[in-house]
């Protein structure tokens, strides 16, 4: 595994085990995400990226059954201290998921929700909020004539996109993506993959794909998982064109997964 | 797939859709069809009468120079008869015209003639005489059944004196006479001279068995009022009112013999207009008053201020006429008020102010009289032909505005609402107002969903959002078991156990009001205070309930032990009789606090069953979309789980209204059933749906009360019907606005 040289790293995993009951789905994972920059996480399905993604804003804390050891450092900051809140780490890192799920509010609702429940009440600053947020998300011209439609009337990919709009409109630190274009046509794969391009300035992403290409294309780093072990990690290109362990080898060539 | 299992499965397609039709239709069907049914029963409410002539006896039956006074007929409306001006009633059967019987009613005196002839009472006939004495004569039928001629039926007729009243002296412009049961007579004359002199004779029975016979006779006090121009006695001899030609009344109670009291005097009609008839409305109660502009209106004494005195007072205004109302009577069945004009004879019922029937026969109608069942109409028509008519007249005392407005009743200081059916004196008026036992219906369920919606929907906000799984899984169930008790059950506990519970500690009950939510608030504060130390965090989520239930049992506890106490502190040891002295509210121990408890009970089920299911059924994935923005677990309940859960929330919420509308056990054992129209939660009420209950097993068939019942359940029906249709409006609404997932 070659270790590679993480400047001002914003998320650092250090040992980390998860556990669904008595399963155990990661198993001791060590791994740091640099400021400002796309990491892909890639994997065959059911090697727990989607696990290890949620374990980085506690949305595992859902499920029921699921207990996590370990360590993960926000700013150096242990985010499964007790005395940790949820809700500001939330704020801190955002998500946008597979399958998008605007409220069913109008569009201007959805992108000033997390500014909403955060308290804020100033109109302005929420007409101001919209229109960045949305332009951030290259969503603002198509529908800025519309801003009181409900969001349920959009397309699939606008869809995504509002989503996207909506956790960047909290400014949050990180950004989760956990394979955000799985259910677009290309063409708005093509958009959404322009617009991390773009968001990358901004924002430190980590984002699950299965998507080869995508992670080639959208990431400057690369992790490989591998039932529940992370198996390598570097940068995008040497990944893909040097891989040093077989099984990553074996994987971005299609032998398997 | 195979041809043949494709065929199949496509024919089992059609024919599953075809039984899910069959069924959907046939519910449908099975709806409307009962609908038809109920409003069948209660349409004819509304049908207005009608009048079949049955008879006509061509003219030349009596000769014309011997004036027709008075006309009859009886029950069966077979036999008729007539008394002239030459003292002979003349029998006839109507069926074929014959003349049956002749009768001199004064034999020995051949050339006494009879001046007048009034009518009162059941075919009770005074005949005023030329020489100025009265008789009264009563005619009798009975059916008949000759063995002699093949038990064929006849109505047999008798005569009966009822008494007789000597001459007076002076010139008489008018008499009246009544006798009672009790053998007291009473005349009343007045003379051409302007007196009115009242004679009464009283026969009674002294503790040694003798006959002693009290008489008196005055002159009647007229305190400067007008020229009389018409007078009434009630049936009893009682009560006399008169009328003047200058639009007073007077009114003078006979009660006591020789002290005849002027109890009433007014100027009745400001324009002075003159009175020209007068009748008593049955019952005795109320006065019919006709005048020259042919308007009909009823009257009787209201106390208008705290004196307790009554004065007369215009209740209803009937339909009138287009000429001078000349003469006025009354049914012997129900309030019906028959007034005759040049205009023709109209039938009004007084209390609906129903205009009835209008007989109006060419040559027009000279005398008449309506039968004791109030059926049938006997009438002299000025050219001599004896008329005789039919009625159906299904439920005069029934109109829209009886049913929904205020009525003025008989006894009653000023209109109201009133629900009362039945009474035990024979001439009472049923009162079938709807509207109170549709405040009833409404109040009822105002009162149990106030309690129980709060609670169903909180529970399943907490059940679907909050509680773990597995305790998710022993509320539910447990709750929709309560759903399963019997109403009766619910109905009887609330009645035997709850209702004396409640009323022995009102003090308590308020007490716990204002202790447990100020318990369960210092609560909360602690727990936000204590969840940062270290062995509660293992508790937490989830179960933060338990550390509850002490609390609500010390706050129950801790008032049930101070509430005496309070009470003997604050409100003189009663409560119920302090809220009675100083708000002035009753406190019935059947009341809207029980029913809101009990009903409650019985609705919280449904609300929280399908408030749940539609709270857990909101996508996950929306919730998790909440979260991941920082929201709390409430913030995303209040503003996306909640939104989104709100058609099925809103719908369980109608169809426990619906439920709670219609329920009927429960209220009829834990209201009392008084149908009072006051919003109090200390009293009780009378929903539509106990009414029904209640009256049906008493009510006679196809009569009012029957109908009026067949009605509420109509308009339960409606009111039902309204609900859902709005729930599933609003519903559809919801669904569009937060539907699409
Ligand atoms: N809620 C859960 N309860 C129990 N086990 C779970 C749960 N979610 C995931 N798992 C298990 O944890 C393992 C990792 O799952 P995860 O969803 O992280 O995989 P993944 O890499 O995201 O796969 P995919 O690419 O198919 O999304 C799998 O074996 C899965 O069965
Ligand atoms: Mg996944």
Redesign the interface.
């Known amino acids: 595994m070659t270790p590679i040289k993480i400047e001002n790293p914003v998320i650092e995993v250090e040992d980390l085990r998860f556990y669904y009951g008595d399963s155990r789905a990661i198993h001791g994972v060590d791994i740091a995400f640099p400021e400002k920059q796309v990491t892909a996480l890639i994997g065959p399905s059911g090697c727990g990226k989607s696990t290890l993604l949620r374990c980085f804003?506690r949305?595992n804390d859902?499920i029921?059954i699921s207990r996590v050891e370990g360590k993960v450092l926000l700013d150096g900051q242990d985010i499964y201290d007790?005395n940790t809140d949820i809700?500001?780490l939330?704020?801190q890192v955002?998500?946008v998921?597979q399958?998008s799920?605007?409220?069913?509010?109008s569009i201007y609702e959805n992108v000033i929700?997390?500014l909403?429940?955060?308290g804020e009440k100033d109109k302005s600053f929420f007409d101001e909020r919209v229109e960045t947020s949305l332009k951030g998300a290259a969503l603002w011209d198509e529908v800025k004539d519309r801003l009181h439609d409900?969001a349920?009337g959009l397309s699939g990919g606008q869809m995504q996109r509002l989503?996207i709009a909506?956790?960047i409109a909290?400014n949050p630190k990180v950004i989760l993506m956990d394979e955000p274009c799985s259910a677009l046509d290309p063409k708005s794969t093509a958009r959404v993959e322009e617009l991390i391009g773009e968001l990358r300035e901004n924002f430190t992403i980590i984002i699950v794909t299965h998507n080869m290409q995508q992670a080639a294309r959208v990431s400057d780093n690369t992790a490989f998982l591998f039932e529940g072990n992370l198996i390598e990690y570097g940068l995008t290109e040497q990944l893909f064109v040097k891989p040093q362990n077989k099984q990553t080898e074996d994987y971005i060539t299609g032998r398997f997964g | 797939m195979k041809p043949v299992y494709l065929k199949k499965v496509k024919r089992n397609d059609r024919l599953a859709s075809w039984a899910i039709s069959i069924g959907g239709l046939a519910i449908i069907f099975c709806v409307i069809f009962i609908l038809v049914l109920i409003v069948e029963v209660s349409l004819p409410l509304f049908m207005s009468p009608t009048a079949r002539q049955i008879a006509r006896v061509e003219s030349g039956f009596v000769s014309s120079n011997v004036q027709v006074l008075a006309v009859g007929m009886d029950d069966y409306l077979e036999t008729a008869y007539t008394i002239d001006a030459g003292g002979t009633i003349r029998f006839i059967n109507l069926a074929d015209g014959r003349e049956l019987e002749q009768i001199r009613l004064r034999p020995a005196e051949a050339d006494k003639r009879l001046l007048a002839v009034e009518n009162f009472g059941r075919l009770n006939h005074v005949l005023h005489w030329d020489d100025g004495s009265l008789s009264v004569e009563q005619v009798k039928f009975s059916p008949f059944y000759d063995a002699a001629d093949n038990n064929r039926r006849s109505i047999r007729h008798t005569l009966e004196s009822r008494g007789e009243f000597p001459a007076v002296p002076q010139q008489v412009e008018q008499s009246l006479a009544r006798v009672n049961d009790e053998g007291r007579q009473t005349r009343v004359d007045l003379f051409a001279d302007g007196r009115l002199e009242v004679q009464q004779r009283e026969v009674t029975e002294n503790f040694l068995g003798e006959e002693e016979v009290t008489e008196s006779s005055e002159i009647l006090e007229l305190n400067g009022a007008g020229q009389l121009s018409a007078l009434v006695l009630n049936d009893s001899g009682t009560q006399l009112y008169a009328g003047t030609a200058t639009g007073e009344l007077l009114h003078w109670s006979l009660e006591e013999s020789g002290e005849a009291n002027l109890v009433d005097h007014l100027q009745a009609f400001a324009d002075q207009r003159r009175i020209t008839a007068l009748s008593m409305v049955f019952g005795d109660v109320s006065l019919a008053v006709g005048d020259e502009r042919g308007q009909v209106s009823t009257w009787f004494g209201v106390r208008g201020d705290s004196s307790g005195k009554r004065t007369l007072t215009r209740i209803h205004q009937l339909t009138g006429h287009a000429a001078p109302v000349d003469k006025l009577s009354h049914s012997l069945r129900d309030k019906t008020v028959l007034s005759r004009s040049g205009d023709g004879l109209h039938l009004d019922y007084m209390t609906s102010e129903r205009f009835l029937l209008g007989f109006n026969p060419p040559g027009g109608i000279s005398r008449y009289a309506l039968t004791a069942r109030g059926d049938g109409l006997v009438a002299l028509g000025e050219n001599g032909d004896l008329l005789s008519w039919r009625l159906f007249i299904p439920h005069p005392e029934i109109s829209l505005k009886t049913l929904f407005g205020k009525v003025w009743y008989e006894g009653y200081d000023q209109p109201e609402y009133v629900w009362q059916s039945s009474a035990a004196s024979d001439d009472y008026e049923p009162k079938l107002s709807l509207t109170p036992l549709i405040f009833g219906s409404l109040k009822g369920t105002f009162y149990a969903m106030l309690f129980a919606v709060p609670l169903a929907i909180f529970g399943a906000i907490y059940t679907s959002q909050f509680a773990r799984p597995k305790l998710r899984g022993m509320i539910k169930p447990a709750i929709e078991i309560m759903a399963a008790v019997p109403t009766v059950i619910i109905g009887f506990l609330a009645a035997l156990w709850l209702a004396p519970l409640i009323e022995s500690s009102l003090g308590s009950v308020f007490l716990s009001l204002v202790l447990l939510p100020a318990a369960l608030m210092l609560c909360i504060l602690l727990w936000q205070a204590a969840r940062k130390l270290e062995p509660l965090k293992q508790v937490e989520r989830g179960y933060e309930f338990l550390a509850v239930i002490p609390i609500i049992i010390g706050a129950v506890a801790l008032a049930s032990t101070l509430g005496p106490g309070l009470e003997q502190w604050l409100f003189a040891g009663d409560l119920k009789q302090w809220l009675f002295s100083e708000l002035g509210t009753r406190y019935d121990p059947r009341n809207c606090i029980i029913i809101a408890f009990a009903m409650g009970f019985a609705v919280i089920p449904i609300i929280f069953t399908i408030a749940e299911d539609s709270l857990s059924n909101v996508p996950n994935s929306l919730k998790a979309a909440s979260l991941a923005l920082g929201a709390s677990r409430w913030q995303t309940v209040w503003r996306v789980i909640l939104p989104s859960a709100s058609p099925g929330i809103f719908a369980g919420t109608m169809i426990g209204f619906g439920r709670a509308v219609g329920e009927t056990m429960i209220v009829l054992m834990a209201t009392g059933n008084t149908a009072i129209m006051d919003l109090s939660i200390f009293n009780g009420m009378r929903p539509l749906s106990a009414n029904i209950a209640v009256e049906i097993p008493e009510a006679p068939v196809d009569g009012s009360l029957y109908r009026v019942l067949f009605l509420s359940a109509v308009i339960l029906f409606i009111l039902t019907f309204i609900v859902n249709t709005v729930a599933e409006i609003v519903r559809q609404r919801l669904r569009a606005k937060y539907g699409r997932f």
């Open positions: 804003n949305m859902l029921d007790k809700i500001e939330r704020r955002g998500m998921f399958k799920n605007p409220f069913p509010k929700y997390g909403r429940i955060a409900s349920l989503c909506r956790a909290v």
